[in-house]
């Protein structure tokens, strides 16, 4: 079973910067899509950022030019660089793996760590 674990979410000033990371176990971590996604207080999930098997990065348009997803195969893990972080950033930040399987897909969520930008 695959388990996915956030971690850097924190409480930061607008203009700030955070790294969040997340640790994997269970799966074969360079076959999985990865990608991070947020939920704010009251709104849906959204898609932040994705990195494929092959290290091919998109962004959401709010995110794009301060944010950076990176992946390292070695150690497991997952990497979300935030940086001039804005109020409207703010949420619960979730990572996913996805695994294509024969053709059918299997999606695994970590907890969530909580990012909290002050005005």
């Known amino acids: 079973q695959v388990q996915l674990v956030e971690s850097g979410g924190d409480l930061v000033q607008a203009g700030g910067s955070l790294r969040l990371s997340c640790a994997s176990s269970?799966?074969?971590?360079?076959?999985?899509?990865l990608g991070w996604h947020r939920q704010a207080p009251g709104m849906q999930r959204e898609l932040v950022a994705t990195?494929?098997?092959?290290?091919?990065?998109t962004y959401a348009d709010s995110v794009k030019g301060r944010f950076t997803i990176s992946r390292d195969n070695a150690k497991n893990t997952l990497h979300l660089q935030m940086n001039s972080l804005k109020p409207e950033d703010t949420a619960v930040y979730f990572c996913?793996?996805?695994?294509?399987?024969?053709?059918?897909?299997?999606?695994?969520w970590g907890q969530g760590t909580q990012v909290t930008v002050s005005s």
């Open positions: 269970g799966g074969i971590f360079r076959l999985a899509v």
């Open positions: 990195i494929s098997t092959g290290g091919t990065t």
């Open positions: 996913k793996a996805n695994y294509n399987l024969f053709g059918k897909n299997y999606d695994y």
